[in-house]
């Protein structure tokens, strides 16, 4: 640690979760003892929610951590409580119990909020909907469904979850010896997993055809209502139950400049617009990919700022995607990479980056691993078939990509 006669700069950090984690891990290594950390958010335990998808499969069971101790560990303090308010004048920002916590510099990441977007479908948020989905798989092993529809809602670019629920659906199913259950995807992708590009897009489509699901491109879900799911361009599809992705919006703060979704407008370092020494990252800003990895590189750029303002010798870099995604599918080990208008790709036998885990953070990754056990890449029952997928986006193509 660096010793300074001055006292360090007060950062409040605004939510717990995967850029919050990474803001709090950057700083402590950029900025050492220039600032203090506190992280203020409501909940009592971290929930490593990207494998909430495999846990109904009981591929893969959902890991939690207390998060006063993570955040200690990560080198902050946790207050319990719920930003409401920010009043960036004073410098303050008020919670829904009443505190008011002073900063010098904030940094909002407070996630989104996740709202059905398709009327009566079973909407995966993450663990909450496990149960749900549980229940759903056991209808089918039993013969009461025969036909299951995975849909993608307009407006939601991060399709990954979805491929995964229906591989893994699939696999769940053909490991029982069901059969006659019809599963199908909609999408209003060009290609399956379109974001990530050609190579792939074709393993999606290999790996959905192995299992005879049925891909419908081009489509977005409407409503589901007494056995039918309504489309747009206007057409029908037979179904017993239908899975959609959630759409999702920003939280309503106080204070702070927001799009009508809610979402909050930043520049490459992170930096709110309109508001002095107020930071973003994470699901709640407007860049569209609402991913963990993307998180993280968001939070780290704010965080190389956020240390260069409070004296750290660095040039902090600007916010530059790289979207990278590990797939769990059930069979056939495949990884992919691929880089945007360069008509690269790559297909391998081993990963490309490492380590292979679900969130890719510079420093959440090494720091979960150690006390999650998530090193070892995926867990052993779902690592068989994983595939991965990297893709450097461009910022100001990323939207153009995504089926916003
Ligand atoms: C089912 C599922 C599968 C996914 N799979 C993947 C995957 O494979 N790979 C991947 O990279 N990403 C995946 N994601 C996405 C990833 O989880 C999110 O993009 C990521 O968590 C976003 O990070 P964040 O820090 O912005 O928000 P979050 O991680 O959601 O954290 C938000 C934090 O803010 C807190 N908070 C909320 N409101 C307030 C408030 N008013 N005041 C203070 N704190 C508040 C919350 O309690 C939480 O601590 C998946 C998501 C889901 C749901």
């Keep these: 640690m660096r010793s300074s006669g001055h006292s360090p700069r007060r950062v409040l950090i605004a939510g717990g979760g995967v850029a919050g984690l990474e803001a709090t891990l950057a700083l402590r290594a950029l900025a050492e003892d220039r600032v203090s ?10 929930t490593y929610r990207p494998l909430a998808v495999a846990e109904p499969f009981r591929v893969a069971e959902m890991r939690s951590f207390p998060l006063k101790k993570l955040v200690r560990e990560a080198g902050a303090e946790l207050r319990q409580g719920s930003v409401a ?111 990530f590009g050609a190579a792939a897009s074709d393993a999606v489509r290999d790996l959905l055809e192995i299992r005879g699901i049925e891909l419908r491109l081009g489509t977005t879900p409407v409503s589901f209502e007494a ?47 309109h508001l002095a020494d107020v930071y973003a990252a994470g699901d709640l800003t407007q860049f569209p990919i609402k991913q963990g990895g993307i998180a993280a590189q968001q939070a780290d750029a704010a965080a190389e700022a956020i240390a260069a303002d409070a004296g750290a010798p660095l040039e902090p870099a600007p916010f530059r995607p790289v979207l990278r995604g590990l797939l769990l599918t059930g069979i056939f080990p495949r990884y992919l990479r691929s880089e945007v208008g360069k008509d690269v790709s790559a297909v391998d036998e081993e990963p490309l980056w490492w380590p292979p885990a679900k969130i890719v953070g510079r420093y959440l990754a090494p720091f979960l691993a150690e006390r999650l ?22 910022p100001q193509h990323a939207g153009a990509r995504s089926p916003l």
């Design 85 to 195: 308010e920010v009043d960036a004048a004073r410098k303050v920002s008020r919670t829904h119990e009443g505190d008011e916590l002073p900063y010098d510099v904030l940094l909002l990441a407070l996630g989104a909020r996740a709202e059905e977007a398709v009327p009566n479908a079973l909407t995966f948020r993450g663990p909450e909907d496990g149960p749900a989905l549980a229940a759903m798989l056991e209808e089918a092993l039993n013969g009461e469904l025969r036909r299951l529809v995975f849909a993608l809602p307009a407006g939601v670019a991060w399709s990954l979850p979805l491929y995964e629920l229906a591989l893994l659906t699939g696999t769940h199913l053909t490991d029982a010896g069901t059969r006659g259950v019809e599963l199908t995807v909609v999408t209003p992708e060009e290609a399956p997993l379109a974001l």
């Design 227 to 273: 056995g039918m799911l309504r489309l747009s361009p206007e057409s029908r599809l037979d179904a017993d139950r239908v899975v959609a992705l959630p759409r999702l919006a920003g939280r309503p703060l106080a204070g702070v400049p927001q799009d009508p979704a809610g979402f909050v407008p930043t520049d490459a370092h992170g930096r709110v617009m």
């Design 373 to 394: 056990g998530l090193s070892e890449g995926p867990p052993p029952a779902a690592r068989q078939g994983a595939v991965t997928v990297e893709v450097e986006l461009d």
């Design 37 to 46: 950390v506190d992280v203020v958010a409501p909940e009592a335990d971290f």
